[in-house]
């Protein structure tokens, strides 16, 4: 099919959360707390889309590149963004080290607990963007909401985990970490009325929409995944509203409601 509305998988994490973001059920009570949504497609696709609710701190962690996950045997890296839908007023992110490290250092501080003291913890709202590419150390912090957009992969190297009892993935983590501060990649922006790039490649592309109508052409064996943030529409005969979302293939059109906010992500290095 041309557009399929994705169906959906909860995921219970030790950080995760009993109230979840409009259009996603609460957990029972008594029940786990849901820590991700995942959207599920058919097969092996490039990308992976989730929803993340957290109550907790998540555990201090890289990810390794596609050289470094071959080199492991696995299919591929994993490079992801998060657009944030709400925020606790003190919530926070780490990204990168405040200061060049060592690797022996990064390990040590990883024993210890004081890698949480290295790492730059940046304040977050409602409406905040961030690209981590693989290698950048980071944690995602509690009392956030957020739309993840990664490669699909599910390879995460623990390097802290606040006494959590996980497996944690010092040699690995070490191995692939970038020991540096992060930098932020420079995005187009604006490309044209309603139509922002948030993230130009390596590994995807995410363009983020304003409602009306949009023609989508996608090249033979690309596929595009329609992530309405607010709003409603529909592509290819397949009614979306927020909270889902709908994988595209070919040529569609979409048809949002004024007032929509839309993501639309793909595989590739250059925008369509």
Partial sequence: MPATLLATRRVEKPWGNHTLWPGFADPAPGAAPVGEVWFEAAGEPDLLIKYLFTSEKLSVQNHPSDEEAHQRGLPRGKDECWLILAAEPDSTIAIGPKAAISADALRAAALDGSIVDLLDWKPVKAGDFF???????????????????????????????????????????????????????????????????????????????????????????????????????????????????????GAETVEAEPGSDLLFAYSGATRL
């Fill in 131 to 249: 690209y981590s590419h693989s290698g950048v150390i980071h944690a995602i912090g509690a009392g956030l909401t957020l739309i993840e957009v990664q490669q699909n992969s599910d390879t995460t190297y623990r390097l802290y985990d606040y006494g959590r009892p996980r497996e944690l993935h010092l040699e690995d983590g070490v191995a692939v970490a970038e020991l540096v501060p992060y930098v932020a990649p420079s995005a187009p922006g604006e490309v044209e009325p309603g139509r922002t790039i948030l993230v130009e490649g390596p590994k995807f592309v995410l363009e983020r929409w304003r409602g009306g109508r949009r023609e989508v052409l996608l090249p033979e064996g690309t596929q595009g995944w329609l992530i309405p943030v607010a709003g409603a529409g529909s592509v290819g005969g397949v009614a979306f509203t927020a909270g889902e979302c709908v994988l595209v293939e």
